[in-house]
């Protein structure tokens, strides 16, 4: 779509080609700015911009990479994430012709051994993170900000992940994650 990199999320807005979920966030907020995405409080404005950050530069590579990690060993998620698309292809193939895209993803994402057992080594600490900005009104306020649509995706993601799912769940990171986006595939 001569974008300039090869990353989503990417879109063209009034003429405009718009690539990154921050960079995308800041043009929808200044398309439209109400309700606003960055709180105009002074001690919150600056918290919500970091938490969008920290949830893209840290938070959604960690989960992608562990989430292609356990797709590559068990194509059953690949097969429930297929259910809940739209995509016109059967989970069943999909899923047995995943192989290819799943190896080249995981390159991309450079999902190997050692940066998942990091990942998965940092994510109570993640969790703690995500729950400090939920009880201190960064995330899950009334109005959904930048950093709620940034690290609610990824949190959800995690959550369809059975081993991952009761040590997310019941904590405010999984309650944030849930009501910003209830219904993901299990795998």
Known sequence: MRFPRPTAPALRLGGRRVQGSREISRALEELRPDPPLFPSRADLGPRVEEAERWGEEVLQDAARRIEIWGLRRDRLGVEAQLRASTLPVPPWLGARLSAPAL?????????????????????PAMLDR???????????AEEPNAADFQIAPSVRLLMTMEDLRPSIETRPAGSLAGGSFPSTPRG
């Open 130 to 140: 995500i729950d400090r900005w939920v009880n201190e009104g960064v995330l899950g």
């Open 103 to 123: 190896w080249l993803y995981q390159r991309i994402t450079r999902a190997g051994e050692e940066s998942v057992r990091r990942d998965l080594a940092g994510l």
